[in-house]
């Protein structure tokens, strides 16, 4: 049976992202545990979904740079109330919100539990829904310029290799299958890609093409 939203208060931390955890073979061990974080879903969230309850955090969204790809944004969210869930409570379920890791206790009014009209609540979803789009439209427009000066780092850094690595010059292959093999540079086939004649004796006649990384400039 449906109930009344309330206020939740929520204990220290527990609006991060969930941490789920799952075990994987390892030929050692026998399973060793892995896990990963769910950006979109608090440790709240989860131990009240495990519980059993239907509930509301609201949030805010902010892009954020990739910590791997600096070129790329992406949405990381926040709770948008800091230390504060909705919870949707029948009479028979208060002496079960306890027992959920996490709160700290119900918003109350003049003694009374804080109940939360819908039309609050619908206010809220609204917040979180356009301020979502923003703040994607804002990832999605410094990816683009992330794009654009990664590519412009990228053309200089192969201007820069061409003036090296000029037809005729001696290189040796530093990386790829053929490493630590000397060779002659004959042309550029690509953007990045260069060709090269291998200069060893058991193969004076092999051609290859590799990308300009896997060259170095012979001293």
Known sequence: MAGNWYAVRTMPGFQAPHRERWPEPNPVRGYTIASALTPDRSKIEANLDEAGFIHYMPAEYMAVRNRKKASIYELRRFALLK????????????????????????????????????????????????????????????????????????????KGARKKLFPGRD???????????????????????????????????????????FLKAAS
């Not at 804002?138 to 990228?154: F, Q, T, V, W, Y």
């Not at 042309?187 to 051609?207: G, I, P």
Request: hydrophobic share 40%; with cysteine; charged share 30%.
């Open 83 to 158: 230390g504060y869930i909705f919870v949707e409570l029948a009479d028979q379920d208060w002496y079960r919100l306890y027992d959920v890791p996490g709160i700290r206790g119900v918003v109350e009014n003049c003694g009374q539990p804080f109940a939360i009209g819908a039309l609050d609540l619908f206010r809220l979803r609204m917040y979180e829904q356009n301020n979502r789009a923003v703040a994607q439209a804002k990832a999605d427009s410094l990816s683009k310029a992330g794009d654009r000066i990664e590519r412009e780092k990228r053309k200089g850094v192969i």
């Open 171 to 213: 290189v040796k292959l530093i990386w790829g299958d053929k490493a630590g093999h000397d060779a002659t540079v004959q042309a550029w086939e690509d953007q990045d890609k260069v060709r090269v004649l291998l200069n060893d004796l058991e193969a004076s006649t092999e051609t290859i093409t590799v990308p300009f990384e």
